[in-house]
């Protein structure tokens, strides 16, 4: 399991995303089961850090329907 996976996993999380590395932001977008497009628009409107962005895309932190967008 990935230190993304398990920050995904976890509600307190405070992990953070680089947002300006792709690679990071790949890796969390999977992690969280949504695209990077989603992934930044959540970073924008509440910062980076995990606990707030799973609240923004709603359902725990696992949006997998955003990944369908």
């Keep these: 399991m ?3 996976t398990q920050a995904a996993h976890d ?3 405070q992990e ?3 947002v300006q590395d792709a ?3 790949a890796r969390w977008s999977q992690a969280l089961g ?3 497009e ?3 628009a959540a970073t924008q409107a ?3 850090r995990i606990d707030r962005i799973k609240d923004y895309l ?3 932190g696992m949006a997998g329907d955003q990944a369908d967008a």
């Design 38 to 40: 989603a992934l930044i």
């Design 46 to 48: 509440v910062g980076t």
């Design 11 to 13: 509600s307190g999380s």
């Design 16 to 18: 953070e995303i680089n």
């Design 34 to 36: 949504t695209t990077d």
């Design 58 to 60: 709603g359902a725990g």
């Design 2 to 4: 990935t230190q993304e």
């Design 23 to 25: 690679a990071s932001v």
